[in-house]
């Protein structure tokens, strides 16, 4: 929630301040359906639709102030709202409303951290995450963890681009201790315009794979990219590496603040030891930081989630909490977050894992070892979908899980999409004796897996957001089973 004169918020985008001196006292939102009486819409382009139609039911709804890149009159002329319902709104053309969406946000920041230095505002940390894998899992347990020390602001789902963050800093409020923030990059230059946005305290890193390759030259560019949110932080700033990743590790150089090294194999400040993984795929182990020990048994399922906690505790711990603070919450921590290794119990005893949010090498893999995890006790059914924005090499990088299957003993394989195509290709080359298909999107392997599945299967989904197997995953939950 924004607290600024209409004036201020002029200045901040760029533009003379004028002469309206009106306090906005309100919310601000990219989505038409959540403004309210008071608050401040951005209307930002899409692939689908425009910000801009929405402007006559901002105007109905009670919304103060819009940010627009189209002209007044040629809303109207469009049909998208009346010129009675546009006065009744304060208009701010801008060339870019994207970017000014970045600069309220960084405003309100900066106004929240002055107020905290005035006495009259509690923000402590401002907190990032960033990694090719586990920064929406790691976001959550740091907020559950945070959360019991005080008031804590964090992403929903997974807000993490130019767009999710800002919206997100603009959630804070002056009695927001804690505020953390999930930063994905998906090009050259994304890290850094975040973190010019929001000016961070400390800063993840969970190791670096092979996402968004589309958009790199290679997986040492990305780590390049990665790089610059610890290359942000100032002097009294922390950065949290994982030592079990050379590459996040080797990010040691590139930072003026301190460190703060998580391992589950070496001996950091924050480390895990006496590692378990029981038979649902649930890590276990002894959390030693720097105030003692304690013991963790994770109700997450899949064993990388022992990194993702190790990097929450250690934020956590900068945050003032101790061993056994750090364990009692994360032993009680669920997922907070849809189409992340959730667990769903169907009718004929078939249970499905619903990974489906997004896929990359490194995640499916890890999601796959889960699956194997099973596959003695079970029948298990990985149903794959193509992993996106891996440019040039994705067919290469699809044939290597496909090869991973085979190798894993996983007995049935279903791959959606075209990429998908080449992991059936590859795992039936390797293992003759599994049963494999191929489909050219979620609809179609929904009617698959209702001839293929079995009672007692376990089935896993997992692809990229816009492979659409989400929605496959979906509707099986919303039905309570397969057929």
Avoid at 412 to 419: A, E, Q
Avoid at 460 to 478: F, H, M, R, T, V
Wanted: net charge negative; charged share 20%; aromatic share 4%.
């Amino acid at each position: 929630m924004i607290d600024m004169t209409i004036d201020a918020l002029r200045e901040i985008v760029g533009l003379e301040p004028g002469t309206n001196s009106t306090r906005v006292q309100g919310g601000v939102f990219t989505d038409s359906r959540l403004v309210g009486a008071g608050d401040v819409f951005v209307a930002l382009p899409g692939e689908n639709t425009d910000g801009h139609h929405f402007l006559g039911s901002v105007a109905r709804r009670g919304g103060k102030v819009a940010f627009i890149t189209t002209p007044p009159e040629e809303i109207v002329e469009a049909g998208w709202a009346t010129a009675e319902e546009l006065s009744e709104l304060t208009l701010i053309q801008v060339p870019d409303t994207q970017l000014a969406l970045g600069e309220i946000a960084k405003a309100h920041l900066d106004q929240l951290r002055r107020r905290t230095r005035n006495g009259n505002g509690k923000l402590k940390l401002v907190v990032g995450i960033t990694g090719s894998a586990g920064k929406t899992t790691t976001k959550d347990l740091t907020k559950q963890l945070l959360s019991t020390k005080g008031n804590t602001v964090a992403p929903q789902a997974s807000f993490n681009n130019e767009v999710g963050l800002p919206l997100t800093v603009l959630k804070a409020d002056p009695d927001t201790e804690y505020l953390v923030l999930e930063m994905g990059a998906s090009q050259p230059g994304d890290i850094e315009y975040l973190t010019n946005i929001a000016t961070l305290d400390v800063a993840a890193v969970l190791m670096v794979g092979t996402a968004h390759l589309e958009s790199y030259d290679s997986v040492e560019a990305l780590a390049a990219e990665k790089s610059q949110i610890v290359a942000s932080l100032g002097p009294s700033g922390v950065a949290v590496l994982n030592a079990d990743d050379s590459r996040v590790e080797a990010m040691s150089g590139r930072t003026s603040g301190r460190l703060m090294y998580f391992s589950n194999r070496k001996a950091t400040p924050i480390r895990a030891t006496n590692v378990k993984v029981d038979e649902e795929s649930r890590g276990a182990f002894t959390l030693t930081t720097p105030t003692g020990e304690a013991p963790v048994a994770l109700k997450l399922i899949g064993a990388h989630h022992i990194s993702n906690a190790l990097a929450a505790a250690a934020i956590a711990h900068l945050a003032g909490m101790n061993a056994t603070e750090i364990a009692a919450v994360l032993n009680e921590a669920t997922p907070q977050s849809e189409h992340r290794m959730h667990l769903m119990h169907l009718a004929d005893g078939v249970d499905l894992i619903d990974d489906a949010y997004n896929a990359n090498p490194d995640s499916v893999k890890a999601a796959l070892d889960v699956l194997a995890k099973y596959a003695s006790q079970r029948r298990v059914v990985a149903v794959l979908g193509d992993m996106l924005e891996l440019g040039p090499i994705a067919p290469q990088l699809h044939g290597e899980i496909g090869r991973y299957c085979a190798s894993i003993g996983i007995p049935v394989l279903i791959g959606v999409g075209p990429l998908a195509k080449n992991i059936e290709s590859a795992y039936s080359a390797l293992r003759r004796d599994g049963e494999h298909h191929h489909t050219l999107d979620e609809v179609a392997a929904g009617r698959l897996l209702q001839e293929v599945v079995r009672p007692r299967d376990l089935i896993l989904i997992k692809g990229s957001n816009d492979s659409n197997l989400w929605k496959l995953a979906q509707a099986i939950e919303e039905r309570g089973r397969v057929r």
